[in-house]
């Protein structure tokens, strides 16, 4: 388990000692960043399906394939 220092506004720090017991805040901050990671993830998965099926842009980024050896030898070894 990874150990993090994190920095909260002091509100937020009272707030959160006075209705969470000592022992339930590290289980419960993973929980909410477990949750929060995961939507992220999915709109972000959501967006890369959406870019996939737009064929212009496909076509657009197909172009760029053409520039993927400019500058480079045929015969240059690496």
């Keep these: 388990m990874a150990k993090i220092l994190i920095s909260i ?3 937020l720090a009272y707030r959160m000692k006075s209705t969470i017991p000592a022992r339930q805040r590290s289980r419960l901050i993973a ?7 995961k939507r992220r993830e999915k709109r972000l998965y959501e967006a890369a399906l959406a870019v996939e099926k737009d064929v212009s842009l496909r076509h657009e980024m197909s172009q760029w394939d053409i520039t993927t050896e400019d500058g ?3 015969d240059e070894s690496w």
């Design 31 to 37: 929980r909410l960043l477990e949750a929060i990671i």
């Design 72 to 74: 480079l030898k045929t």
């Design 9 to 11: 506004p002091d509100y």
